[in-house]
């Protein structure tokens, strides 16, 4: 393992008890194309993807890291339902897939109304066992992140599906290219980033976002949107809440922390753009990273309020 050196940005005191004073950044591997979507198992695996490379790895301390599954049809990001089972986005498949206890795949879903969806990019389980996630076109207009094809879906929407029901429904419209979510630790807030500005020019979107919008929920329904926090540099990708409601986001440079009233706590720097992040470890303290072609972690004071 490499040591690169730890740097911490401190904008904001409330900061500094979420962090380690000693704690050291560590880069685990090195050689993935871009790095995204780690969910941490309880057996205490790290699998994450590997995006253009069509892979998923998978790192446990004192092991080598190895491929978990290739080809992986550039599945993106991941998350674990109630029984343990992984749930990804897979954008060559432009469905929702869950890993069997067998180890095998299964679509869950890959249509609304009658038509494919773009390319689910992240994903997040409820409470009550639903499953929200993304659909950003990602795949569809980037090559080497899926297989092509035609956008079916008329918009880029936020969905709420239902596994025990088959319930499928629309939670959030009208965002220009949702991508990374999140609740808060009692799931009356719905955190979601548009990252538009990763794509500009007239065949994309004239928007250039990279901010993070707060819903409130009420019954299943997202309501009340507003601006909780404009990311720079870069975007965030990929974001997750620890049990005191502070959202921890990939950007350009690191690991941002806002704090649930929005202001920004401050940042762990990370020497190459970050995707995506999760917590895990034995205590649920461990911030792990995927970030461009490394995999990072740190030890930070607080848990995940989900994984």
Not at 64 to 85: I, K, M, T, W
Not at 185 to 204: I, M, N, R
Not at 264 to 278: A, C, D, F, H, Q
């Amino acid at each position: 393992m490499k040591t690169p050196e730890t740097r911490i940005e401190l904008a904001d005191e409330r900061l500094r008890p979420l962090l380690k004073e000693a704690a050291t950044l560590e880069c685990l591997w090195t050689g993935s194309t871009w790095g995204e979507g780690p969910v941490y198992l309880p057996d205490g695996r790290l699998v994450w993807s590997d995006i253009p490379g069509n892979r998923l790895m998978v790192w446990q301390e004192g092991q080598a890291v190895r491929e978990y599954l290739n080809p992986s049809h550039f599945q993106n990001g991941h998350a674990l339902d109630h029984q343990g089972r992984i749930i990804g986005c897979s954008h060559g498949e432009r469905a929702i897939v869950r890993q069997e206890h067998d180890g095998g795949w299964k679509v869950l879903v890959g249509e609304y109304g009658g038509k494919r969806f773009n390319s689910p990019n992240d994903v997040v389980v409820a409470r009550d066992g639903s499953i929200w996630f993304t659909d950003p076109p990602y795949g569809l207009i980037q090559p080497q992140e899926g297989y092509g094809g035609v956008q079916e879906q008329p918009g880029q929407e936020v969905y709420r599906f239902d596994p025990d029901t088959g319930d499928l429904r629309v939670v959030v419209r009208g965002m220009v290219c949702p991508n990374g979510l999140a609740f808060n630790p009692d799931e009356t807030v719905l955190y979601v980033g548009d990252t538009a500005g990763t794509h500009t020019g007239e065949q994309y979107w004239p928007e250039r976002h990279h901010h993070i919008l707060a819903y409130d929920l009420v019954d299943g329904v997202a309501t009340r949107a507003r601006l909780f926090a404009e990311v720079s540099p870069g975007f965030p990708d990929g974001f997750r809440v620890d049990v005191h409601g502070n959202l921890w986001t990939s950007s350009g440079s690191g690991v941002q922390v806002f704090a649930p009233d929005g202001t920004r706590l401050g940042e762990i720097k990370v020497p190459e753009v970050s995707g995506n992040l999760t917590f895990g470890g034995p205590a649920g303290t461990t911030l792990f990273i995927a970030a461009s072609t490394s995999l990072y972690r740190i030890e930070v004071n607080v848990r995940g309020a989900t994984a």
